[in-house]
């Protein structure tokens, strides 16, 4: 949740040799599913649903039924972005039926959380919003921080749909509090992504908020490009900001980017980003040699160099506008 998915992958296969080792077969289901949600988030869907397969397997064989309603929740949410929407809602439905037979009402929260924001991209808010403030009942009855926030996030976005914008950016602001607080930088990430897109006053500040915190953590590349060109084509052209953007956008795609579908294209981002960030410095590229000799130049193909820099850069964009506690990552 803190943005170290390398790590986390480590000791989590160093878990599932443990757990393998001792016959801890619950455990391993845990383990498979935990997983399974990052590697989706790092976009091998295939991958990810082949580890909650094991893991349902494990669990039926076992009568896990809290382990089963978790992973279908889990998988659910997957399949729904694949399109699927049918076979994510019997998912959902059957990961609702277990929780509420066993009285768990932090995955039944969780759960109605989820179903709510696809049923409400199928158009039907009035029944998604009922899911969503049932879901928001219980996560603050039950003290769940980090869920209400993600519960916020979502409510923002349809606020924003229905053209309350003082609404979607009370709703925002309340949820990068939250999961500031509860050190949730993934999700934090989306939120403050959310809120630059969406602010009416000053939303540099926000998506200079979001690239500071993706210095510190691993989000997916898609997201990374996607935030980094969005400040990019929000500052004043010539900005000694933009070649800093570009040329951390073309760090993270050669540093992160191996068996990435969709690499090419990002990387053609990036590129894009550093050339059109020289032209409006004076140099004209017309050839991969000449950006190459031009980043050269200006130390943009030296993270050591460029990175501060641009950490430097953001903050002063940012100024007092933080809204989430950034001093746990001051030191990253």
Same mark, same amino acid.
């Given at each position: 949740q803190q943005g170290d998915i390398d790590r986390a992958l480590t000791l989590w296969n160093d878990s599932l040799e443990i757990?393998?080792?001792?016959?801890?077969?619950?455990?391993?289901?845990?383990?498979?599913?935990?997983?399974?949600?990052?590697?989706?988030?790092?976009?091998d869907i295939e991958r990810?649903?082949?580890?909650?397969?094991?893991?349902?397997?494990?669990? +039926?064989?076992?009568?896990?039924?809290?382990?089963?309603?978790?992973t279908l929740n889990n998988m659910a949410g997957v399949i729904a972005q694949q399109g699927d929407i049918e076979r994510a809602l019997t998912l959902w439905n059957d990961s609702l039926e277990i929780e509420d037979s066993i009285g768990n009402v932090k995955g039944k929260a969780a759960t109605l959380n989820n179903m709510a924001g696809v049923i409400a991209q199928q158009?039907?808010?009035?029944?998604?919003?009922?899911?969503?403030?049932?879901?928001?009942?219980?996560?603050?009855?039950?003290? +769940?921080?980090?869920?209400?926030?993600?519960?916020?996030?979502?409510?923002?976005?349809?606020?924003?749909?229905?053209?309350?914008?003082?609404e979607q950016l009370t709703?925002?602001?309340?949820?990068?509090?939250?999961?500031?607080?509860?050190?949730?930088?993934? +999700?934090?990430?989306?939120?403050?992504?959310?809120?630059?897109?969406?602010?009416?006053?000053?939303p540099t500040a926000y998506f200079a908020q979001a690239i500071w915190l993706m210095l510190r953590i691993q989000p997916p590349?898609?997201?990374?490009?996607s935030v980094l060109n969005a400040l990019y084509q929000r500052i004043e052209k010539g900005d000694p900001l933009e070649a800093l953007l570009g040329a951390t956008a073309f760090y993270f795609c050669r540093t992160r980017g191996e068996n990435h579908p969709d690499i090419e294209q990002l990387s053609n981002a990036s590129l894009n980003m550093l050339a059109g960030a020289a032209t409006e410095q004076g140099t004209k590229i017309e050839?991969?040699?000449?950006?190459?000799?031009?980043?050269?130049?200006?130390?943009l193909n030296d993270p050591e160099q460029f990175l501060p820099k641009l950490n430097t850069q953001l903050e002063t964009l940012i100024g007092d506008t933080w809204a989430f506690d950034p001093a746990p990552l001051q030191e990253k």
């Amino acid at each position: 949740q803190q943005g170290d998915i390398d790590r986390a992958l480590t000791l989590w296969n160093d878990s599932l040799e443990i757990k393998e080792r001792i016959g801890d077969v619950k455990g391993k289901a845990a383990t498979l599913n935990n997983m399974a949600g990052v590697i989706a988030q790092q976009g091998d869907i295939e991958r990810a649903l082949t580890l909650w397969n094991d893991s349902l397997e494990i669990e +039926d064989s076992i009568g896990n039924v809290k382990g089963k309603a978790a992973t279908l929740n889990n998988m659910a949410g997957v399949i729904a972005q694949q399109g699927d929407i049918e076979r994510a809602l019997t998912l959902w439905n059957d990961s609702l039926e277990i929780e509420d037979s066993i009285g768990n009402v932090k995955g039944k929260a969780a759960t109605l959380n989820n179903m709510a924001g696809v049923i409400a991209q199928q158009g039907d808010i009035d029944r998604a919003l009922t899911l969503w403030n049932d879901s928001l009942d219980i996560k603050e009855r039950i003290g +769940d921080v980090q869920g209400k926030a993600a519960t916020l996030a979502n409510l923002a976005y349809w606020a924003g749909e229905r053209g309350d914008r003082a609404e979607q950016l009370t709703l925002n602001l309340q949820a990068a509090e939250a999961l500031g607080r509860t050190r949730a930088y993934s +999700d934090l990430l989306t939120v403050l992504t959310n809120l630059g897109f969406t602010a009416e006053v000053n939303p540099t500040a926000y998506f200079a908020q979001a690239i500071w915190l993706m210095l510190r953590i691993q989000p997916p590349l898609s997201d990374a490009i996607s935030v980094l060109n969005a400040l990019y084509q929000r500052i004043e052209k010539g900005d000694p900001l933009e070649a800093l953007l570009g040329a951390t956008a073309f760090y993270f795609c050669r540093t992160r980017g191996e068996n990435h579908p969709d690499i090419e294209q990002l990387s053609n981002a990036s590129l894009n980003m550093l050339a059109g960030a020289a032209t409006e410095q004076g140099t004209k590229i017309e050839t991969m040699e000449a950006l190459t000799n031009w980043m050269q130049a200006q130390q943009l193909n030296d993270p050591e160099q460029f990175l501060p820099k641009l950490n430097t850069q953001l903050e002063t964009l940012i100024g007092d506008t933080w809204a989430f506690d950034p001093a746990p990552l001051q030191e990253k």
